[in-house]
């Protein structure tokens, strides 16, 4: 039975680590973001208002071809982030930042909502949610250069979009995992209770787990 999970949450919050604890648990195919460098990118980081339209959008269609590739494959997969998060998390914060403007917004809005009407939401989102300081301890351990020099405003930014976007989210049923303090890779309990709360939502479809 073809079954999708979407991993959603913030930088830092641990969404690739759970996709592959799925993968590894469950055998479900997992669908990472894409690595393909964003061409405008370079364009974007020397002058964000002039270029993060285009970027945002080159995301967004990227993003698609993932959702469809996502769509077409048989039995379970798991998705980290999402279209979703894309259109509501991080190209809303530009245009709150006005380094979107009102008509390339709508520009925006319209290609992302004809997306919404072409793709199937997944049948579970799991929403990682930690602390501020968590996340940008993570950030700082794993060393990626484009994360190091994020501003903490900007990350507050984000998670007050991911909440306002989560608590309004109704396409599937939703599973909220606080990640502070969660070790479900070393601790067993927590692996368990991880385990039970998933399978509760999705009893058949994730099979007997190989660990």
């Known amino acids: 039975m073809k079954r999708s999970i979407a991993i959603a949450g913030n930088m830092g919050s641990g969404k690739s680590t759970l996709v592959d604890f799925l993968a590894r648990t469950y055998g479900v195919v997992p669908f990472y973001e894409p690595n393909d460098e964003n061409p405008y990118l370079s364009d974007f980081y020397r002058d964000m208002r002039g270029w993060a339209f285009q970027s945002q959008l080159y995301f967004l269609a990227n993003k698609?071809?993932?959702?469809?590739?996502?769509?077409?494959?048989?039995?379970v997969v798991a998705l980290d982030r999402t279209i979703f998060e894309d259109a509501?998390?991080?190209?809303?914060a530009l245009h709150q930042m006005r380094k979107i403007s009102k008509r390339d917004w709508q520009t925006y809005q319209s290609f992302y909502h004809a997306i919404l009407d072409a793709i199937r939401p997944p049948d579970l989102m799991i929403y990682l949610r930690c602390s501020m300081r968590t996340l940008r301890q993570r950030i700082r351990l794993r060393g990626r250069a484009m994360e190091r020099?994020?501003?903490l405003s900007y990350l507050k930014r984000l998670e007050r979009l991911y909440d306002e976007w989560i608590d309004s989210y109704a396409m599937s049923d939703v599973l909220v995992l606080e990640t502070d303090e969660l070790d479900y890779i070393h601790d067993l309990v927590h692996?368990?209770?991880?385990?039970?709360?998933?399978?509760a939502v999705l009893p058949t479809e994730m099979g007997k787990p190989a660990c």
Do not use: N
């Open 64 to 75: 698609f071809r993932l959702h469809q590739e996502l769509d077409r494959q048989p039995g």
């Open 88 to 92: 509501e998390v991080f190209a809303t």
């Open 149 to 151: 020099d994020v501003p």
């Open 191 to 199: 692996r368990l209770d991880v385990m039970k709360r998933i399978e």
